[in-house]
Structure formats: C-alpha cells, structure tokens
C-alpha cells in the first residue's frame, strides 16, 4: 500500500505558474511509476503527465501540456512534482496524484493508487 497527498494547488491568473508536488508515503516512490491526472468540473478524469520507475525516470505527457508542465521526482523525499507553467484558464480542474506498478497509456493508465486531489484554478 502506499498513500499519496498532493499539496501546491491555489489560484493563479492565466500565464502564471504553480508547483504542484505529491508525497508518497508507505513504499519508496521509486518502486512506482507515478502520474498527475485532472478532472475538471463536469468532465472526466484526464492524463496529464507521468514518470517511470526506477533510476532511469522516462516522462510522458498529455499533447494539451507538453512545453508548459514539467513531472520529476525525488526519490530521497519519495515525492513528485509538477510544475506548470504558462497556465491557461482550461487547466483549472482538482488535479490528482497517483501511482502504479508501471505506467501504461489508456484505462487507468497502470495506477492503482491515488490521491485525493488538489484543486488549481486558473482565471482569466
């Protein structure tokens, strides 16, 4: 089992940036394949970035935030991040945390575990 708490949400106007990070706590972050996902209002969840396990992380993105979000992690701290830059009022949603065993595309993305999310409100 692990547990995930995401911290860094807030409110930020359009072209900002925030720092979103997750702590993993129960397992070493660096057994899993860790991802950020979003759900905004009236919509369903949606990928947004990922990083693989181990040493060697590789990093995926969704198309809508490839060159603004940038996911690391530190393996010391058993925490990941996201940051977000150049936000747009479309990226206002609860952005959640989560981990896996290994990252997958499609489905539940290879997460088994999740956050409760933290909420980003961009305006306008």
């Known amino acids: 089992q692990v547990q995930l708490v995401e911290s860094g949400g807030g409110l930020v106007q359009a072209g900002g940036s925030l720092r979103l990070s997750c702590a993993a706590s129960?397992?070493?972050?660096?057994?899993?394949?860790m991802g950020w996902f979003r759900q905004a209002p009236g919509k369903e969840r949606e990928f947004v970035a990922a990083i693989s396990r181990g040493g060697y992380s590789s990093t995926y993105y969704a198309d809508g935030v490839k060159g603004r979000f940038t996911i690391s992690r530190e393996n010391a701290k058993s925490t990941v991040t996201l940051q977000m830059n150049s936000l747009k009022p479309e990226d206002t949603a609860v952005y959640y945390c989560?981990?896996?065993?290994?990252?997958?595309?499609?489905?539940?993305?290879?997460?088994?575990?999740w956050g409760k999310g933290t909420l980003v409100t961009v305006s306008s």
């Open positions: 989560a981990a896996g065993d290994r990252f997958a595309y499609g489905g539940s993305y290879g997460m088994d575990y």
């Open positions: 129960g397992r070493s972050s660096r057994r899993f394949a």
